[in-house]
């Protein structure tokens, strides 16, 4: 297992940024398939960007040219910069394994946009 800690997000107005980090405990990070996943309430978590352990990277049609993640294997860290926010990217972010993740999260960050 790994312990997930993220970080970085807040109350931003549309059109601007935030970038969201996620420091990982565990020797299994850098031989995993990272990614970004969002959940509002009331409706199921939602995968938004993933990152091979080679950096190759994959994003979800409602973020794609606007999200961009990438990940430092030496530091054990994931971050997703996040361009052209939304009020509907307004979320709790959580970073995990992905496709698959861990049976744990983190805390995850809130990310609000206001219009």
């Known amino acids: 297992q790994v312990q997930l800690e993220e970080s970085g997000g807040g109350l931003v107005q549309a059109g601007g940024s935030l970038r969201l980090s996620c420091a990982a405990a565990?020797?299994?990070?850098?031989?995993?398939?990272m990614g970004w996943y969002r959940q509002v309430p009331g409706k199921q978590r939602e995968l938004v960007a993933t990152?091979?352990?080679?950096?190759?990277?994959n994003y979800a049609d409602s973020v794609k040219g606007r999200f961009t993640i990438s990940r430092d294997n030496a530091k054990n860290t994931v971050y997703l910069q996040m361009n052209s926010l939304k009020p509907e990217d307004t979320a709790v972010y959580y970073c995990?394994?992905?496709?698959?993740?861990?049976?744990?999260w983190g805390q995850g960050t809130q990310v609000t946009v206001s219009s």
């Open positions: 565990g020797s299994i990070f850098r031989t995993t398939t």
């Open positions: 990152i091979t352990t080679g950096g190759g990277t």
């Open positions: 995990n394994k992905a496709p698959w993740p861990f049976g744990s």
